[in-house]
């Protein structure tokens, strides 16, 4: 059988569901490809009055702190040593590696010159937040490539550099940590030049702060969300005895948030508040629904204990930080009686990127050791002898030799 | 961002007197032809009044704004020439991850198409909406007036200002302003009591004198503080907080894992410790 012939027959035998997203990831494909042969101006709604659009907004200022699960998880396992969610950390970084790796697509797409990416690695310009953020994501998507290959080595039963990576486990956590504490802040620190622009309901300078902590609420809720959907449809352990430590640690994180929050609104903020019903209403929704909800209903014990309103609880607290990224980026940015919408093809892109990011983790969760790791079968103190490795790969043994 | 120096006295400005312009868009001409920009189709009172082309764009780097009003019970028109205000220190420049707008030592802020990668992030920056995309091509670079920074290294003056027959004064920044401030003293009646441009995003090379409020000609509300501040007084956290959040966190670590570590070893020295005196007995 051809090497074609055998992954058609794979493809074939994927649940529906996977071959929608298949579709829809063509589609959005598809589209990008439209964007590059007619030009931004006619398959977007941007234009001089709105630089940017549904791309920013939801491709990067919202994909990156959705995607912070990665480096919350490491800080809260490997640094504050709370090894028992140990389990939930490479789904985590999966999730992180895809989202940033699909950041890095969204962010391509939307550049005039993507073909000049690189440029921000050479002509350095230190005063500028997005020269900041590319950085960082340069940096940390390759952190997570490198985290995300202890599973591929293993998989494969590459010894010699599982041990490599055991090696650098620990500085990869603390570098992603700091990487994304930075990065995470100053996608904030881009509002802050659109004094005037953005609307005072959101504009503060603690916006970075502010960015940065949502984005953790945001990480941690995103791992509630997945392990409680991947127990549910993909078959996967159930973690939920797990969730709950996540769901008391929430809490905490959501409570720091709300003060920082009315803390900068109602002490550092200049302009008028009140004086747009429409960004009133978007911002009640936003602390309402997104903030003050789940955080009574995580106080209780009772939600924490329950897999479907914990995961609810989760999913609010996810609502309202998409809903924050587009009310600064989008909503806030607006100009009384000005409006954007995103065009056909910009949906459909989008739609293709998230689409892509579900695809991807359902197909590496089947291929590859994601789940399977518990730390009752693997030591994960700190590397110091390297004999370790040989035992965790004794399984995949059969390859040593030719590693 | 490089060749600030602070003083920008000597810095070329723009006087510009709104009092003293016809609405001929001689500017708006010149302007075109030097920098060899496109003809835009446009018809008339698609913008307010008799302003033409609506709006800035690719092709249009500078523009006469058109406002009715009335006076002794008359329609009179006043005008706003809108163009690149070269701040002091620019927005653009400061945001610019690849800085491809650099302000020079002359005054004009230039922008180096070559480095651009196309983010737009200096429009959303500009406070004044300045810098145009070219949102017909499929590789789009950014657009704005550069001061004909080409003429003025050759010691001439920009387009705009050398064709205007009576609104437009070029000089240095720091005469400029106390020749404005001279006509408010000598004709007060004539003008309002206020300078655009003096102090606003920090101070711009183009200067403003009107007859009319500012806002009522459709000039934009803007802070007075240099607009790079705002996002300096995070940005210059970022290697102390990467310093801090690292070190804290390797510390943690380091001492968490080494509980962990004791607690192993104490474990191992009970089971050897058993061992030797079950054997010695």
Excluded at chain 2, 185 to 192: A, D, G, V
Excluded at chain 2, 248 to 271: G, M
Aim: charged content about 20%.
């Amino acid at each position: 059988m051809t090497a074609a012939k055998i992954i058609i027959k794979e493809i074939k035998g994927y649940h529906n569901f996977v071959k929608f997203l298949i579709v829809l990831v063509a589609l959005g494909a598809l589209a990008s490809l439209v964007r590059f042969v007619f030009g931004l101006g006619v398959t977007t709604n941007l234009n001089d009055t709105f630089p940017w659009g549904l791309w920013i907004s939801f491709d990067v200022v919202t994909a990156v702190p959705l995607a912070a699960g990665a480096f919350t998880l490491g800080a809260i396992v490997h640094c504050f040593h709370i090894k028992k969610l140990e389990p939930l950390v490479r789904p985590a970084i999966v999730t992180g590696f895809l989202g940033y790796s699909l950041v890095c697509v969204g962010l391509l797409l939307d550049l005039g010159q993507p073909q000049r990416g690189w440029h921000t690695m050479v002509y350095w310009n230190p005063h500028s937040p997005m020269f900041e953020v590319s950085m960082c994501i340069a940096a940390y998507t390759t952190v997570l490539f490198l985290e995300f290959l202890s599973p591929v080595c293993e998989k494969f039963g590459y010894h010699v550099p599982l041990r490599l990576l055991r090696t650098i486990e620990m500085p990869l956590v603390v570098a992603a940590a700091s990487i994304s504490t930075l990065h995470q802040s100053s996608l904030g620190t881009f509002f802050l030049i659109a004094v005037d622009k953005l609307h005072s309901l959101w504009y503060n300078p603690l916006l970075p702060l502010l960015f940065w902590i949502s984005a953790m609420c945001a990480g941690i809720s995103i791992i509630i969300v997945e392990a409680t959907m991947s127990h549910k449809w993909m078959g996967q352990p159930d973690e939920s005895e797990l969730l709950e430590t996540l769901a008391k640690i929430l809490p905490y994180v959501l409570t720091l948030y709300l003060t920082v929050r009315l803390f900068s609104l109602f002490v550092l903020t200049e302009g008028p508040l009140f004086d747009r019903p429409g960004l009133v209403g978007l911002f009640t929704v936003e602390m309402l629904v997104g903030v003050v909800t789940p955080l009574v209903m995580l106080m209780n014990d009772s939600v924490r204990e329950h897999n479907r309103l914990r995961s609810t609880a989760a999913w609010l607290v996810i609502a309202g930080v998409i809903l924050n990224r587009f009310n600064v980026s989008m909503f806030g940015m607006m100009e009384k009686g000005t409006m954007y919408y995103p065009s056909f093809i910009e949906s459909v892109v989008t739609i293709g990127i998230i689409a892509a990011h579900v695809l991807f983790f359902v197909l590496i969760a089947k291929y590859f050791p994601i789940f399977e790791h518990h730390p009752e079968t693997v030591d994960y103190s700190l590397p110091d002898n390297f004999h370790k490795t040989d035992k965790v790969g004794a399984p995949h043994g059969k390859l040593a030799s030719e590693a | 961002m490089s060749e600030i120096t602070g003083d920008f006295s000597k810095n070329k400005a723009f006087l510009i007197d709104m009092t003293k312009c016809t609405g001929c868009r001689g500017c708006q001409v010149a302007c075109k032809q030097w920098n060899q920009l496109d003809a835009e189709k446009t018809t008339f009172f698609t913008g307010e009044g008799y302003q033409n082309p609506p709006l800035m764009s690719e092709y249009t780097f500078t523009r006469i704004k058109f406002r009715d009003y009335e006076k002794n019970g008359q329609n009179e028109f006043a005008f706003y020439k809108e163009m690149c205000m070269h701040c002091n220190e620019p927005a653009c420049a400061s945001v610019c991850p690849v800085g491809a707008f650099v302000k020079t030592k002359e005054g004009p802020v230039t922008y180096d198409a070559k480095r651009c990668i196309g983010c737009r992030f200096c429009m959303v920056a500009c406070p004044f909406g300045v810098p145009k995309y070219e949102w017909s091509k499929a590789f789009p670079l950014v657009r704005k007036c550069t001061g004909c920074y080409s003429r003025i290294k050759e010691g001439q003056k920009p387009a705009c200002a050398t064709t205007c027959p009576a609104a437009i004064t070029y000089g240095n920044r720091g005469d400029m302003i106390k020749e404005a401030n001279r006509r408010i003293e000598t004709r007060p009646e004539k003008y309002l009591k206020k300078l655009y441009g003096a102090e606003e995003a920090g101070g711009t090379s183009v200067i403003y004198l009107t007859a009319l409020p500012f806002d009522e000609l459709g000039f934009k509300h803007v802070t007075k503080r240099p607009l790079p501040s705002y996002t300096w007084q995070a940005l210059r956290l970022v290697p102390g907080i990467f310093l801090t959040v690292g070190g804290s966190l390797s510390l943690l670590s380091w001492f968490t894992h080494r509980k962990d570590r004791l607690k192993k070893e104490a474990e191992q020295r009970e089971e050897s410790g058993k061992t030797p005196k079950e054997e010695s007995k």
